[in-house]
């Protein structure tokens, strides 16, 4: 039986020549938004919690603006949600993905539909 080749490709936002935004914080954005907290973000996607601290701090720096509001701890414990901008960041980044996912098989058939 006869399968097309698919094409997949991570896309990433650059500002200055810096990585700004990608698949990874991507999905540990989708996590805090799921989980309530970048911690449980973090341990589910395998990446220690300094690590995706340091990711978002970065991706926060490049962007020029928060991507979560932070909730201390207490009695209840700490948490974070997406602010509006991150939220909406998110939201234009998987719409967009998915548009290039779909051109990129409308492309990879073009190309490729003759080979293997």
């Not at 650059?14 to 990874?24: L, N, S, T, V």
């Not at 938004?33 to 996607?45: C, I």
């Not at 991507?67 to 974070?80: C, D, I, Y």
Request: hydrophobic share 35%; proline share 3%; with cysteine.
């Amino acid at each position: 039986m006869y399968e097309p080749l698919r094409i997949q490709a991570g896309l990433r936002i650059f500002r200055r020549g810096e990585k700004a935004f990608g698949p990874g914080i991507a999905r540990l954005l989708e996590g805090v938004e799921e989980l309530g907290s970048l911690r449980s973000s973090a341990r589910r996607m395998g990446m220690s919690y300094n690590k995706a601290w340091s990711v978002l701090h970065s991706c926060e720096a490049h962007l020029g603006y928060p991507l979560l509001h932070r909730h201390s701890g207490g009695a209840g414990g700490g948490g974070a949600s997406l602010t509006e901008e991150g939220r909406r960041l998110l939201s234009r980044y998987r719409a967009f993905e998915a548009e290039a996912e779909t051109m990129l098989d409308q492309l990879a058939r073009q190309y490729f539909d003759d080979t293997v």
